[in-house]
Every structure is written in structure tokens, then in C-alpha cells.
């Protein structure tokens, strides 16, 4: 299944916490003192769409689990847009290890410095990363279940 | 005093920021590893087989004479294909059937599943092999083929 309108809006709290009388903070409450580390225009674009199979729990990045995929490649130094896209029904912590990902607002500019980029179901979000840290690196969805069933993939930078 | 302090800890935190100093190298570079050996530190497999037991009813009654009822289910294997085992019967005074079924079960797109299987009835002693694919949404049969052997 592929969302085919995926929203872009940092301001909405996400499903379970919509109306409920409270006021709940969002991405777009939240503004990184100083800017982005590497204020570079990315050089380029990893669009990568978050998958899964709830009955068989199956769970993936582009509908191949870990064991099917080979590693991302990142030159070291460049700066490039990782865009997600949320194809499940769940909530997902993403969580690039070594490198920070730096999210963008709905016009692309610079809005908050984070380990861990939460995507709601139907939600697709951009960040910017700066491959500064050479080596082999964990890319993951933090619901450790999710994890060990695929939902992985190696990053290399050099 | 814990004003002052405030600030100088955001300065502090913001210039720390805008001069962002990129990680040092590796000091223990990791060599590329196999899916074997990252399965063997990780403790993260992704191709493991698993199973289930679900039992819907097991029951017991110790009247004038034993009365049992049991529906369980269980399979084994990985995200693809899977076996399936599928038993169900009464044991009672006026009805008295078993059921037992083995289904090789195979996902081939994200919706769609195929399922062979065979079944067999021990007190017909009827015996049939059925082959079909079914959705998963919104849940109608795609395909199916049925032979039957009847051993009377």
C-alpha cells in the first residue's frame, strides 16, 4: 500500500491525541537555537518509504526487510534530504545513528536538530543530514520489534 | 545569580551549536560484515522461523461419559511460507467428529495469500485437497481449485 497524498504539516499532534481539549506539542512547536550545523543546500535526495505487513508482521524500508537490502551509501562530507514516507497504519521512530537529522519545515527551511524523526501514519517528513562521521552506521525504526523484524538498513559513509 | 547562570548556559549551548565541530573518526572502524555475522552480534534476524499455538477451545467433561471439544490452530515458519496446522472436533454422546487440516500458506503480494491444503475427516474418513488464493481486504476468495477423494 503506498500513500498516495502524504501529509507534510509538522502541527498535527497525530492520531489519539487530535481534539481532546489539551493542547499537545507537536515538531512545529519545537526551533533549534543557531540554525543547522551545515547550512550547504543538499546535494541530494534519499526518498525512502516506510513499510509493512501488520498480519504477517513483516516491517521494511521500501518493502525490503533488512536481509534483502544492501547498505546506503553516503559520500563522506555530503549533505543530502532524507525524505520518509510512512506507508503503515503505526507510528515510527526513525533513528539514523552518528550523524544528526536535521528537519526541515513544509517550506524546507531549517526547523529542529534531532536523533530520532517521529512519522505518523499517512505522514511524510524531510530532513537534512550532513555525512560528517565516516564509518558504518545504523538506520532504524526504534520500536525494537520493528527492528528485528527488517525494519533496518545499514548506512555506510565513505 | 541562577538568571545570569541561565543565559550563560544558553549562550553557551547556542555557540556550541553554530560552531558545530564534526565528529573525530572512528577510533575501532567496524569491518564490513556479513548478514551472518551482524545476526551473531546484533541478535537481530530477520529471516528466523517462528511459531504459534493458539488454542479457541479445549474442553473436558467428566458426565456419564467424556465429552471433549477442542479448535486449535498453529503454524510455523517464516514471513513467506509458512505450515499450518488447523484440528477441530467433538467427542459426545450424540455427535462425534474430528477434523484435522495441513496448509502451506504463501503470501505473493501484500493482500493476496495462497493456501494449499489438505484435509481430512476421520469419521467420513474423507480426504480432499483444496488450492486457493485469498485477499486479505476486503476479504473475498480470488481463486480455487478443489479435488476430493472419498475413501468409503
Redesign the interface.
Known sequence: ?RTAQPRTNLDDPGPGLRDNGRRVLTYADLH????P??RREPGRDLVLHVTG?M????WSFDGR???EAPPLPFTYGERLRITLVNDTMMTHPIHLH?MWSEVEDESGAFLV?KHTVTLHPGQQIRYAV?A?????WAFHCHLLYH????M?REVHVA | MTRVMILALSMAASSAFAQHVPPDPPQNPLPHQSYEQMVEMMRMDDTERYGRVSVDQLEWQNADHADIAWDVQAYYGGDYNKLWLKTEGVHEQHEDDARVEVLWNRIIHAVVELADRCASRFRRRTFAHVAGARRRRPGAALVRHRSRDLHR
Open positions: 500500500m533549534t537555537i543557531g540554525g550545523i551545515d505487513h498480519q504477517r508482521f513483516i526487510k533488512f536481509s552518528g536538530r550532513t560528517d562521521a565516516p564509518g558504518n527492528m528485528e523484524a527488517g533496518f
